[in-house]
């Protein structure tokens, strides 16, 4: 699915016009309720100022937590208006409803440049159900809408796909972005295309690796995943993660790989530990050596170097998933290693969302990374080569 020919915020006029904004303000929150990392609002700052200054009456929309369908408090978006207010230096306006009386009549009063927020979406079931009738009520508070929030963009939901029925819609910035960078390395990638994937799970990734076994030079297979690969290589795992059901399929995807001519690469040596505890005890194992009672909790030394070597003059590398329990110290060095490689391999690199995007933060290294993305479900559908209904929905050039 090709996304590079949707519209954005600068194709179409927005003076004067009211425009419904769907944006990612799903933050984490501490205990003192204060928003404890406002990364996302900040991310979504490009494309309100630009509708701000270009005179566009502005309504805000996102989900935040799971509400389950309810007015529910504690998960008021009335924080994000505070610190929006603060970023724009001006008054963000708060709605205390969704589509009700005082969302309409904020948006019916908004000036050219003025900013409102309406209610976490999530306080009505009928936003994850795709409603059409909800879509169309929020539709009506607006002219435009557009759709910056990335991160639910795989969600065919009515905040994010549904009023796209109704009105003109175009892209931000993020989403903008997002397809750009990430378009790009799938459509026309700058070589060798190394693709490294990691995570528990070989079954969330087999769409990824599917669709990457028709594009890169490279795949690389690291985390508890790739206790599958060694298994389906005959190898004896100890008590290493594994999907016996899954085994044969790996069997599949390296023997494709070898008839397509892309390396893939399986760690040849592992960190086991004899229990799934930050502090079991550890050593160094060759990967078809793993003692009964044993499992693989990160990759070894010598893989670390192996990867780190195929990184090395990469055009460039997509990563998604960690190598090991990477947020305990004793199994993080394969992620840090692998981090450290591709912040200086010079290729373009794509981080695709959640453990990854957050251990690369954690490690200092997310200034190094071309992009990374903010979303870790949709960023992974869009690897797969899904279509994202909220990003399909949007009118192409």
């Not at 090709?2 to 004067?16: F, P, R, S």
């Not at 549904?162 to 750009?180: H, M, R």
């Not at 390395?185 to 990691?198: D, H, N, Q």
């Amino acid at each position: 699915m090709n996304y590079l020919n949707k519209k954005t915020v600068e194709d179409i006029d927005v003076a004067g016009k009211r425009v419904l904004v769907r944006c990612d303000f799903n933050v984490p929150f501490d205990a003192e309720g204060n928003i404890a990392d406002p990364k996302r609002i900040d991310e979504a700052l490009k494309t309100i100022k630009y509708l701000v200054d270009h005179k566009a009456r502005v309504i805000l929309c996102s989900h935040l937590g799971r509400p389950k369908g309810e007015f529910n408090m504690k998960y008021s978006l009335a924080p994000v208006a505070k610190y929006l207010s603060q970023a724009l230096g001006q008054e963000v306006k708060m709605a205390k409803d969704v589509v009700g009386e005082s969302a309409k009549s904020i948006a019916a009063s908004l000036q050219d440049g003025e900013v409102e927020l309406i209610e976490n979406v999530r306080f009505h079931k009928e936003e994850e159900k795709n409603d059409p009738a909800f879509a169309k009520e929020l539709a009506s508070l607006a002219e435009i809408y557009v759709n910056d929030a990335f991160g639910t963009a795989h969600r065919a939901h009515a905040s994010t796909a549904g009023v796209a029925d109704y009105l003109p819609a175009v892209c931000g910035y993020l989403i903008q972005k997002e397809i750009t960078i990430m378009g790009g390395a799938l459509t026309e990638p700058k070589r060798p295309f190394v693709a490294i994937l990691g995570g528990a799970k070989v079954s969330d990734k087999i769409g990824v690796i599917t669709n990457l076994l028709e594009k890169v030079d490279t795949l690389i297979i690291g985390g508890g995943m790739a206790y599958t690969f060694m298994n389906a290589l005959g190898y004896s795992i100890g008590t290493s993660i594994c999907e016996a059901d899954k085994v044969e399929q790996a069997k599949d995807m390296m023997a494709k790989a070898k008839e397509k001519g892309v390396k893939f690469l399986i760690p040849v040596d592992n960190m086991v530990g004899t229990e799934y505890k930050p502090d079991t005890e550890h050593k160094v194992v060759d990967s078809d050596k793993i003692p009964d009672g044993w499992m693989g909790l990160d990759i070894g030394p010598k893989t670390a170097a192996m990867f780190a070597d195929a990184v090395k003059g990469a055009g460039t590398v997509v990563w998604n998933g960690p190598m090991g329990v990477s947020e305990w110290d004793n199994f993080a060095a394969g992620t840090i290693a692998v981090a450290k490689a591709v912040a200086e391999s010079g290729a373009i690199s794509i981080i695709g969302g959640g453990d990854s995007a957050a251990a690369v933060e954690k490690l200092g290294f997310a200034e190094k990374m071309t992009h990374i993305s903010t979303g870790g479900g949709a960023s992974l559908e869009f690897l797969e080569g899904k279509i994202l209904p909220g990003i399909a929905c949007l009118n192409d050039k």
